[in-house]
């Protein structure tokens, strides 16, 4: 997906209109039709009031191959682990349900890439002694809110990649619309996980950021009841 169709796709998702989305950004509304038809790309200050209003992490708009390190919520967090799997820095592993083809998200593990690992030590300090784990050892837990985003997102990259392998070379046509309707699925489904703009300091007071987390709540209320796209995702991606 483009951004102009990403944006368009969020303000769609929690029903928003081009001029909702103008007020709520200050952006032009002719300026939002141009993103929205890849006429503009906004640049990286617009993008950032646009997710603010939308409700997403950088990266959800922006893309994965976006480099962003701005961590301020949940959201851009999962993003930037998506980031780093796709670059094949870190990578996920668990027990894979054969049937749903989902790593169950209770035995998740991120592990370092190997093509990193060695340069890598972990130091576990405390009263006593001090430990020194080499990387290739190193097993990073989520809580299960993160990881139930990630494994049904890995799960979607698995399928779409499995898929693909089998049928990529394939000149039917029907086969061809099937895979580029997976593939805008998954794009969708990226989109999907990095909505939770909960803040990753919980410690901030800062009321404009507090309205945020109130809008998040109301959207994800809003987007909890079952739409036509929620059964399609379903059907590729969920349990």
Known sequence: MTIGERIKYCRKRIHM??????EATGIHPVTIRKYETNKIVPQPEQ?????????VGYTALAGLESANLD??????????????????????????????KRIDRDSLRITISPMIAHLLTLSIKDSLDTKDIPGEKIEIQLPEYISGSLTAWE????????????YEDSHDESIKAHLDDIAESLAKLEIQVQTNTYLLDESIDN?????????????????????KFAKMLKDYFFD
């Open 47 to 55: 993008i950032k009031r646009l997710c603010r209003a939308l409700c």
């Open 155 to 166: 799960k979607g990259e698995y399928i779409y990649k499995e898929v693909k392998q089998l």
């Open 71 to 100: 961590l301020v919520t949940q959201g851009d967090f999962i993003g930037f682990l998506m980031q780093l799997k796709q670059k094949n820095l870190i990578k996920f592993e668990g027990s894979r349900n054969p049937d749903t």
């Open 207 to 227: 009321p404009i950021l507090d309205q945020w987390e109130q809008e998040d709540e109301q959207i994800h209320e809003k987007l909890s009841k079952e739409s």
């Open 17 to 22: 209109t081009q001029n909702d989305l103008a």
